[in-house]
């Protein structure tokens, strides 16, 4: 008799990725389908990492490396925290994997325990929930709205805390919202925290560079939450490496220790070649990515004004990341050009079908009232997608 886990047949398939793939199919059938699905920016990897990766190359580098990373580049990683968050490590706290994803990974199988809560502002990052899932744990979502800028209140988070809480996962910038949350409101939700000292954070800052507002804030920068918060970051999205697959952790050591260890089991030491390149990238100013964060600003005024003209569709401004993250909840229970549209999933299909147009539904990141629509993409392409949803709803 075939059969698989139950592990795997309760682990939901990533969404991003799944329209993706259909996208890509309708592409190979002929169709003139615009991609803004996918959290991938549309541009190369500067040409200096780049460089730097070649020499790795002819220097050979070919071995397997250190489980936690090279020691050059965790050196490197320690300048940045220290440089870019005013965070301060050391090398046993910091770990380098295979994409923020599997530092994600590690963190919540090293940490949970079978029945553990996670606490998850909604929206959250597609794969939280799962990796919550999959370490035994068991998400608690918090609603929230785009008239609150999806962010949480404390009120909220002090009424999710339970005996059995764990953790509070959240990123900011937000995957898909785009919400930046800043060092008061940080703050506020560290004195909730002060009082259940047992549960720890961990931060995505994946975007941190690609911020509009204010400047990026990291809640382990408050003197009471460092020792309980792990710190996320990479360098697939601010520095347009994506395939290079590099993420890494800042954390108390004790937590980074356990994750090496689950890592030695899983896949060892990340990539040669890309650790060689990252060091690069991390001891680059973040000036020498600035032009591409000034043009994602620049895309996220158009797609927001195209929008607003946009019948049924509700969003908030968002400060960071390359997201806009619409309530359609209008469309909900209306029958457009014979296809009735129940939920956001019917809306985001119905808008693959009719407009051409790849978007997310956001039952995928915990919000079922929206649709992720990412910007990373011409301006010539964000036009026409808009355009053609507009005609598509009108």
């Known amino acids: 008799m075939k059969s698989l886990s139950e592990r795997i047949n309760r682990l939901s398939t990533s969404q991003t990725l799944a329209m993706a793939a259909k996208a ?20 190369n990897t500067p040409d200096f990492i780049k460089e730097s990766a070649i020499q790795a190359i002819n220097d ?3 071995s397997y490396t250190p489980v936690d990373g090279y ?12 440089r870019d ?16 994803k599997q530092s994600l990974a590690n963190v919540a199988m090293v940490t949970l325990n079978p029945g553990d809560e996670v606490i998850l502002p ?18 608690v979502e918090i609603e929230t709205s785009v008239e609150r800028d999806f962010k949480m209140t404390p009120d909220q988070l002090r009424a ?29 939700l560290a004195d909730v925290l002060r009082d259940y000292p047992e549960i720890l954070v961990v931060s995505d800052e994946i975007y941190e560079h690609i911020n509009f507002g204010e400047p990026h804030f990291s809640i382990a920068r408050f003197d009471d939450m460092y020792d309980r918060t792990i710190t996320v970051n990479g360098v697939s999205k601010a520095f347009a490496m994506t395939g290079w697959r590099i993420g890494f952790i800042g954390a108390p050591s004790w937590i980074a220790r356990a994750c090496n260890k689950m890592q030695g089991q899983i896949t060892s030491g990340a990539n040669c070649i890309a650790q060689r390149a990252v060091i690069t990238a991390m001891e680059a100013s973040p000036s020498k990515i600035q032009y591409m964060v000034d043009e994602f600003r620049s895309r996220r005024d158009l797609i927001l004004k195209l929008l607003h003209d946009v019948n049924g569709f ?11 993250f619409p309530d359609i909840s209008y469309f909900f229970g209306k029958t457009l050009k014979g296809h009735k549209i129940n939920n956001a999933t019917d809306f985001s299909m119905y808008l693959l079908e009719e407009a051409l147009v790849a978007t997310v539904t956001g039952d995928a990141f915990g919000s079922p009232d929206c649709i992720r629509i990412s910007y990373a993409a011409s301006k010539e392409q964000i036009t026409e997608a808009i355009n053609r949803i507009k005609a598509a709803v009108s």
């Open 122 to 139: 909604c929206p959250y990052w597609v794969s939280y929930a799962e990796i919550v899932k999959l370490a035994e744990g068991v998400p």
């Open 314 to 324: 509700k969003a908030n401004i968002p400060e960071g990341a390359f997201y806009v």
């Open 71 to 82: 020691k050059e580049l965790k050196q490197a990683i320690i300048n940045k925290f220290q």
């Open 160 to 188: 999710a805390i339970t005996a059995k809480t764990r953790m509070l996962w959240f990123s900011s910038p937000c995957n898909p919202s785009g919400s930046v949350y800043n060092k008061a409101e940080l703050r506020a």
């Open 24 to 43: 890509r199919e309708l592409r190979e059938q002929g169709q003139d389908v615009i991609g803004l699905s996918l959290g991938e920016p549309d541009f």
């Open 85 to 100: 968050n005013a965070l301060s490590y050391t090398l046993p706290q910091i770990v380098v994997s295979t994409g923020a």
């Open 60 to 62: 050979n580098y070919n």
